[in-house]
């Protein structure tokens, strides 16, 4: 990912050097969270706390940075002097990653010197906020898809590169097979798919020359697209070329659809395929799809076995950003609480507790202070030490066990959140009294 100490907004700079200015240098306590969930959304899916601890450990201001900010003329000498040796060294507390979340619960704690503290939030938002909002499109598809192949196809129309390889990431943590991003693979491990594109096609003065071709060229993944003419008679040329195909020990693994009435074509070209005797080449679709799509072609008994989902997983479409916000709670051990009409926040360091059924379904949560204590025999905490000193107190987390934790949480949402349509009820989120009579205390301080 991209570390440079520059890429953040100007006050984050302009208060460190307030702060400076003014010797402020006690610790205070900052957390990120979702002020609401966009209308689209009952949950979230909780991603890129790995990039954020990574941004965290590697934080540094280069010379050539330093230059820069110095020709700027914004600056004190003093001030830019003290920025050589700037490292983050606080204490960092968040949910795990693949775990739902909802409205006003911490995703993430600082806690540092304030001036650490408060220059991380731009970069922290930035990294949490696009992860946090593409994982919880691609659990949606998820969910829609009902255990069928879902595969990232949306690097292309991502907002920039880093924005495609994370959008990759996210969309493998909450449950898809795999990306065409091909850096994604080097990065991140994840299982690459990718065919071919119409261009390859017509290309060729023959259709049926292109699939022969093609599979020659990739017998290890002959994937063959076929509705760039017609997508029928492509269909009976894939019969047709299957038995010269196998003769080779080529295996034909599946066709493409990328337009049209995709159910319709999909029932066509599933009973060629059978009638072809190719009853294992699976139909995989793509095109413009979402969850909603996706929902749409199963209800409709599309035999489609995978799905691949481009622009609107990428850029979350209908659900282009999170109303997401890094507060500060605490200072000088005195809590704080922001009273903005509209914009007013639970004061001090927080904690969430989740509670399950007997069949360990989400029933309720509650957000709580700090040092709040629950049964452990009835709920769980959720944001746990990940950091202490400006290190990770454990080794990095594999994709894979993050993937199963996401699988696992999904599968026990309650089917009220899993389903797509909008709940009647929102899934219960509570105040503690003491957090609640804490709030009130301050409230009646003058400021």
């Known amino acids: 990912m991209n570390h440079e100490a520059l890429l953040t ?3 984050e700079l302009t208060m460190l050097q307030a702060y400076f200015d003014e010797g402020m240098q006690d610790r205070a306590v900052f957390e990120l969270f979702v002020r609401r969930l966009p209308e689209a959304r009952k949950f979230l899916l909780v991603a ?3 990039q954020a601890l990574d941004y965290l450990e590697c934080l540094r201001f280069t010379p050539d940075e330093l230059g820069w900010l110095a020709d700027s003329g914004r600056f004190s000498s003093a001030f830019l002097q003290s920025l050589r040796d700037f490292r983050f060294s606080g204490d960092v507390w968040a949910m795990r990653e693949g775990t739902p979340c909802f409205a006003n619960e911490p995703i993430l704690r600082v806690e540092a010197p304030i001036g650490e503290a408060q220059f991380v939030e731009s970069r922290l938002i930035n990294l949490i906020h696009f992860s946090t909002m593409v994982a919880s499109k691609a659990a949606r598809c998820v969910l829609a898809a009902q255990g069928r192949l879902l595969v990232d196809f949306g690097l292309r129309r991502a907002h ?4 495609g390889l994370l959008a990759a990431r996210a969309s493998h943590l909450a449950g898809f097979a795999g990306t065409a991003t091909v ?6 491990g994840i299982p690459l798919f990718g065919t071919m594109a119409h261009s390859y096609i017509e290309a060729h003065a023959r259709e049926a020359d292109a699939f022969a071709r093609f599979a020659a060229s990739q017998p290890g993944n002959v994937t063959l697209l076929i509705d760039t003419y017609d997508t029928e008679l492509a269909a009976h040329r894939v019969v047709e070329l299957a038995p010269a195909l196998k003769a080779r020990g080529v295996r034909l693994a599946a066709v493409r659809l990328d337009s049209g009435d995709l159910a319709a074509h999909a029932r066509a070209v599933r009973a060629i395929l059978d009638d072809g005797g190719l009853t294992d080449v699976r139909l995989f679709a793509s095109g413009n799809l979402d969850e909603y799509r996706i929902a749409a072609l199963l209800a409709a008994g599309a035999p489609i076995d995978g799905f691949g989902v481009g622009t609107m997983l990428t850029t979350s479409g209908d659900a282009p950003s999170l109303d997401m916000v890094y507060k500060l709670q605490r200072y000088a051990g005195v809590p704080r609480r922001k009273r ?18 007997a069949h360990g379904t989400l029933r309720e949560d509650e957000i709580t202070l ?3 204590i629950r049964s452990s025999s009835e709920s769980t905490s959720l944001l746990a030490p990940v950091m202490r000193s400006g290190r990770r107190v454990a080794p990095r987390e594999s994709l894979d066990a993050l993937r199963q934790h996401a699988a696992d949480k999904l599968m ?7 389903a797509l349509d909008p ?9 503690s009294p003491r957090l609640r009579a804490l709030a009130e205390e301050l409230d009646r301080e003058p400021h």
């Open 412 to 418: 026990h949402l309650p089917p009220a959140l899993r």
């Open 370 to 372: 700090a040092d709040e």
């Open 183 to 188: 850096i994604a693979g080097q990065r991140f």
């Open 48 to 50: 890129g706390i790995d």
């Open 160 to 163: 920039g590169g880093e924005a």
């Open 9 to 11: 907004d100007l006050y």
């Open 423 to 431: 709940p009647a009820q929102p899934y219960p989120v509570t105040i």
């Open 340 to 357: 903005s009409e509209g914009k007013a926040t639970w004061p001090d360091a927080k904690q969430v507790w989740r509670r399950r059924d």
